[in-house]
């Protein structure tokens, strides 16, 4: 799997995935516990590059980066840079509901 640049960019790994917490701070992201739970454990649409929050509401260290909603340059959903976009396409596409460019960091595909 090839690392985004927009992810860290710190070591080999995703340290934005490590870091992502839920809205409420107290546990990592998709595992809280806190009253929205129910909504935050679960992401879909267009994601932030760990693929653990969605787009615009990243709570890893490139938060001030990956919150800023793009102009110009955005991908189609309009919630990320075109070159990094993770907007959700209808899954009964022939790719997978990916874009040429996209890479699937989630695993869930």
Do not use: I, W, Y
């Amino acid at each position: 799997m090839t690392k985004p640049t927009t992810c860290c960019g710190r070591g080999a790994d995703c340290v934005c995935a490590t870091e992502a917490t839920c809205s409420c701070g107290q546990k990592p992201a998709l595992a809280c516990t806190c009253d929205k739970s129910q909504s935050e454990n679960q992401v879909t649409g267009a994601r932030c590059s760990c693929g653990k929050r969605p787009a615009q509401a990243c709570t890893c260290s490139r938060a001030a980066a990956e919150n800023l909603v793009p102009t110009g340059n955005a991908c189609a959903c309009g919630s990320r840079p075109k070159d990094s976009c993770t907007c959700e396409l209808n899954k009964t596409d022939t790719t997978g509901g990916l874009r040429a460019h996209e890479t699937d960091f989630t695993n869930l595909r």
